[in-house]
């Protein structure tokens, strides 16, 4: 079985999430008791112990602290020469922590144990995933025009066939995660004073996640079954990325390539006098924010 070693500091036990919820659960139990379950068993034993009073294993842990807290006067070391009956819950699949060892009584060198099975090789399958970070890409226009009114300097009358040249300058720029351009020069003429050009102003943007995620499934009762959940795993992961990149290109479209963050105001707080805002992602059926940037760029 090993040497026991220690998985917990006892200096932390008073202030741990696991003294908190089981000094009412096992209100009948001393804190000594508590303390040394805390030291020696991890956090997974932890919790079935926390969440799981009435279960076989947490019981037998419980057990087993009490046995070692008092000096260890109460725990008996199996020592027996023939062996122990051992008895084994196997759960279904995707169960695998909740299997459970239980020792039983020692078999006696006169037990016919001709029938008894051939002790099982115990194999756990785990895989480990990891999800890059995700990258959307996208393009948008926006239209610009541009309005002439054309009168003589003396009589003020309205001119006819006054000629112009208009030239977007620059013409072409970065944005948060891309570039734009705009169109060639246009040549107008003026008709009773008047002349308009309009222009397309096109963006490309790239944007990219910053998070990578990664994580590990597992136990299974084989690995296939370990790799088609850490498969199943990667995928989502690799969605919820996909997501926020699309949502830092859509922040690009909505605030006009200056990529900076909406919030909405969500209320009045009295006591401490402020208002309380935070951060949303954009909506294309509410929001109405593109004008409000157009002087930023």
């Known amino acids: 079985m090993g040497l026991l070693s220690k998985s917990h500091d006892a200096n932390d036990f008073a202030g741990s999430s696991f003294a908190a919820s089981a000094a009412a659960t096992y209100s009948t139990t001393g804190n000594e008791v508590l303390k040394t379950a805390y030291e020696y068993y991890n956090d997974t034993q932890l ?57 039983g009584p020692e078999i006696d060198e006169d037990d016919d144990t001709s029938e008894l099975p051939e002790t099982p090789e115990m194999q756990y399958y785990s895989a480990d995933w990891t999800a890059p970070p995700q990258s959307a890409s996208g393009s948008f226009d ?102 926020e990149a699309q949502y830092r290109n859509d922040l690009t479209y909505f605030t006009n390539g200056q990529g900076v963050c909406l919030t909405e105001l969500k209320g009045y707080q009295p006591a401490i006098g402020k208002f309380i805002c935070q951060p949303r992602r954009p909506n294309s059926r509410i929001d109405k924010v593109r004008h409000m940037f157009h002087k930023l760029a």
Do not use: C
């Open 142 to 243: 926006l239209t610009y025009t541009v309005h002439i009114d054309k009168s003589a300097n003396i009589t003020h009358e309205k001119l006819d066939d006054a000629i112009f040249k208009l030239t977007p300058n620059p013409s072409s720029g970065t944005i948060s995660g891309g570039t734009w351009t705009i169109g060639d020069p246009q040549i107008v003429t003026t008709v009773d004073g008047a002349a308009s050009a309009t222009w397309t102003l096109h963006y490309e943007v790239t944007k990219t996640s910053t998070t990578t995620l990664s994580g590990k499934e597992g136990p299974y009762n084989t690995q296939e079954e370990a790799n088609a959940a850490a498969e199943a795993a990667k995928n989502n992961a690799i969605a919820q990325l996909q997501n």
């Open 47 to 103: 919790w079935i112990i926390e969440h799981y009073p009435n279960s076989v294993a947490a019981q037998t842990y419980m057990k087993a602290a009490a046995a070692l807290e008092n000096n260890g006067l109460d725990a008996r070391p199996y020592l027996g020469n023939g062996g122990y009956y051992t008895f084994a819950y196997f759960p279904p699949a995707g169960y695998n922590w909740q299997r459970i060892v239980v020792i």
